[in-house]
């Protein structure tokens, strides 16, 4: 959508880190998401955030928010094969989902 | 077991023809709603319903119709006016919880030649 953004492609090493910018425009999204798609399926909610917080941490997921600059991010720790995907950052406002185009996550060995 | 299902999986069509996406949930979930994905594009909202017999258009609803009159059951029809139809196209369904996850079906490829 074009009220969301990311970046289209990340090449990372397996065990590195990934991280996966987006920016929003909508300053009164009460959540925004993160997403996960393998080929040829649906979507994946990986992780959410509140609008006031500024991190959560899940596992391997960190997400930070900076409401101010309006950007989100999702770090993957130890990054895996398995983690090869399109990711899909998206906020809330009320029931109507925006999402970004996604990025497409390489793990190279 | 719980979800949303989309069927079918695949689906081709001769251009000019109409065509009826199905998506049904046992979520007891309010709201459902239709997207399209284009590759480099994200997804777009075509139609979403908050509740049965009541829906809204999305961004891209021009060549699109959808019903909602069980709370199960929103399906789309693609119309012959839709000028680029072929796609990949998803639906998702969610609540008045806490948190308004969204959950996804499997999605229909569907080509129109």
């Known amino acids: 959508g074009e009220d969301v953004e990311q970046s289209l492609f990340l090449s990372v090493r397996e065990g590195d880190s990934s991280v996966i910018n987006c920016t929003y425009t909508?300053?009164?999204?009460?959540?925004l998401y993160w997403y996960k798609q393998e080929p040829g399926a649906g979507l994946q909610l990986l992780t959410y955030?509140?609008?006031?917080?500024d991190m959560k941490q899940d596992q391997r997921l960190t997400v930070l928010l900076n409401k101010k600059d309006k950007h989100l991010s999702l770090r993957i720790a130890d990054t895996q094969t398995g983690d090869s995907a399109i990711y899909f950052c998206?906020?809330?406002?009320?029931?109507?989902?925006?999402f970004g185009a996604g990025t497409t996550v390489t793990v190279r060995a | 077991d719980g979800g949303i299902t989309q069927s079918p999986k695949y689906l081709f069509r001769k251009e000019g023809q109409n065509v009826t996406l199905s998506c049904e949930q046992n979520?007891?979930?309010?709201?459902m709603y239709w997207y399209r994905q284009d590759p480099g594009q994200g997804l777009r909202l075509i139609y979403y319903?908050?509740?049965?017999?009541?829906?809204q258009k999305g961004d891209i609803a021009e060549g699109y119709s959808v019903s909602r009159e069980k709370k199960e059951s929103f399906p789309l029809t693609v119309t012959s006016a839709q000028k680029n139809p072929t796609a990949f196209y998803l639906c998702?369904?969610?609540?008045?919880?806490?948190?308004?996850?969204?959950?996804f079906g499997q999605g229909t490829r569907l080509t129109v030649v």
């Open positions: 998702a369904s969610s609540n008045r919880d806490r948190v308004p996850e969204a959950f």
């Open positions: 909508d300053s009164s999204s009460t959540y």
């Open positions: 955030i509140f609008s006031n917080m």
């Open positions: 998206a906020e809330a406002d009320d029931y109507k989902l925006s």
């Open positions: 979520l007891n979930h309010d709201a």
């Open positions: 319903s908050q509740i049965v017999n009541d829906f």
